[in-house]
Structure formats: structure tokens, C-alpha cells
């Protein structure tokens, strides 16, 4: 074999065009493929007849398919400018896709985000935050058959005691969300009540004493037009609850004492708060967020009736490793809920690792030609060594 041969530009050309589509093949897998090979082992939950809710009689008139919806919870973007671009950029991609990619798949009918939208929103500028909520709606653009509706966390008003005036505005001009909003689908009078659960410490602030008096309106129409069917809680801070010890979730946690006590008004809901809600608005099932852990559990109430509880993970790779989200096919009477996981950064991560070492491993032993001694006899007539 001649050197000339083994140097020849063509061969060397053939031999990049075969490293360059190895190498894109890498990057659309892990960059698009991924999210919806993962994505596919998730699915819309069926309905069983045996577990719907008899008490309550569906509308005569609808013939509409069960209502699909979609939870979200502590997105968490990046408001500050200080923090590093490409950290953001990965973030903030892989939600884009996690989100573009489950749209595709699910046609969901609504869309809750169950607050913390932004990661020190409370504490941004004005120009910040408008610069944040414009690429929220653009990471999370829908179609026009989809609607999104945004609860308030934490980290966009601050705790309790951290809530202004203009923050709160701000927040409430940007996603239309009052203290307690009521949302229903008319035809099949499936009710939603969402809380501004930061206005729910009873202290008889004005925060609090304003949402306590949009709640009892939200309560009092509900009732006044004889259209009560067990409203659907949300709110970013999770129902009171001790600890995590009862929860239904995939952990490796066994022993009682790995489970911390969480604390009232910064971790979970008051229990006075909590006893209120669920007395006023008697839900039939309650969704949270906050803790960035899955947890799934039933409170007890009056009667001994048993009112489940899903608190959503974090749908971003800056919280978790492996993110998720939450369906739910709901009609009047009956519903039921299924726990969607995304792609795992690590698996990601080791995607490219083991993509590159492929590459690698082609460069020296792929074909009947000696690349790296192409590449080498290449880089010397480059750089005339």
C-alpha cells in the first residue's frame, strides 16, 4: 500500500463524511429520539366502569370524550443572567423537547403547571421576569385546542411573608391567576378550583383574607347553581402531611427515621389550612407540587371518607435526574391518574459516552484501512509537518 493511497484526499474525505453522520446519528438520538422512546411506555390511563363514582350522575346531554389533562409541576427556569448559559440552555432544551415531545404524543386537553414556573422569580427585576415569562410560553407553546393555566410557587412570589404587592401583580397579570380560581368544563361540569396556596396561612392578612373571600364566592356559586360534582383541588404546596412516610412511591427508603418531619406553611400546607380546604370545598381528589418528589396518599376526613393526593416531581433536570409528570382522563364520575417519566440526564449523559467510544473504536479498527493513519497523514499535510 502507497502512502500517497493511504493519504489520498478522497479517502479521507469518505472516511469524515462517515465520522460526521455517526455523529449526528449520536446527537439525534439523544437530543430527539430519546424523549420519545421513553415517552411511548407512558400512555393515557383507561377508565374502568367499576370505579366510577355512583353518587354523582353524569350529564344526560354529553356525548364528549373523557377530559385529558396534563400536570406539571417546578419547571424552575432561570431568571437571573448570572447563572451559566450553557447550564440554561441544557435545561431549558430539555424541557422544550420533554414538553414538544409529550404534546405530540398526548394531545392533552388542559395543561397545569402547579407552580414555581421560575427559579427566583421573586427576586428578578421587571425585565428579567417579562424576558422569563416570554421563554415559558415559548418553551411550552401549545396548540390552540390545548389551554395552559399556571398556579403560583414560592420561588415566583415568595414565601408568605416575602409577597409584595408588585410581585404578586405581576404574576397575576402574566397568567391570569387570582388566589382561587374556579375552572369548569360546562358540558360535562367537571370543576377545578385552583389556590394561591402561599394566601392560605390564616392569618387574616390581606393576602389571606382576600383569597379566603374568593374561595367562599368560588363555594357559594358552585352551590347556588346546583352544579356541585366534587371539585378537583390544585396547588403548589402539598396537603399537611407529617412526613413522606406513607407515601406510595418507588423509594429505597425503609426506616421511619429517614423520613424528616416536614414543617407547616414551608414544606406542606398548615393542617388548619388543610382541614378548612377540604371542608369548604369537599374535593375528590386534590394535585400538588413543591416537594419535587412523587408521593401519592389518601387523607382521612369527616365521615372517614379517603381523599387521594398526588404531589408531582420536578419537571427539570436542574432538580432531579429524572424528571416526570402526570395524566389524568377524568369525566363527572370517574377518573384515573398515570405517572410519566422522562429520559434521565445520566442516561443521556452515557448515551454520547458510549456513542463516542463507538466512534473511537471505528477511527482505529473500522474497515480495511488504517483511519487513524489517515488522520494522521492528513493533519500533516495540513499543518506541512
Known sequence: MKIIDVCGFHTMLHFLVKILFLTLLILIYCEFIIYYFVLLGCSWPQLSKLEQDFTIQPPKDSTKKPLRVMFIADTHLICSYKEHSFNKLRREWQMYRSFQSAQFLFEPHIVFFLGDVTDGGQLCSDDEWNKTIERFYSLFSTSNDTRIYVLPGNHDIGFHYEVTDGHLKRFEQSFQAPHVRLLTIDDDKIHFILINSIAFEGDQCRLCQRAENELNEVVNDLKRTGAWTKPILLSHFPLYRINDEHCSRSSSLKTTTQFPLLRERFDVLSQEATEHLL???????????????????????????????????????????????????????????????????????????????????????????????????????????
Open 279 to 385: 371542608t369548604t370545598i369537599q374535593p375528590r381528589l386534590a394535585f400538588s407540587g413543591h416537594m419535587h418528589n412523587y408521593c401519592y396518599i389518601q387523607h382521612n376526613h369527616t365521615n372517614n371518607k379517603l381523599i387521594p393526593e398526588w404531589t408531582i416531581p420536578s419537571f427539570s433536570w436542574e432538580i432531579r435526574d429524572d424528571p416526570s409528570f402526570m395524566l389524568m382522563t377524568i369525566t363527572t364520575n370517574n377518573q384515573r391518574v398515570a405517572h410519566c417519566y422522562l429520559p434521565r440526564e445520566t442516561t443521556v449523559f452515557w448515551s454520547y459516552v458510549i456513542g463516542a467510544f463507538l466512534i473511537i473504536f471505528y477511527i482505529l479498527f473500522g474497515g480495511r484501512r488504517p483511519y487513524c493513519l489517515i488522520v494522521f497523514c492528513f493533519l500533516r499535510k495540513i499543518l506541512k509537518i
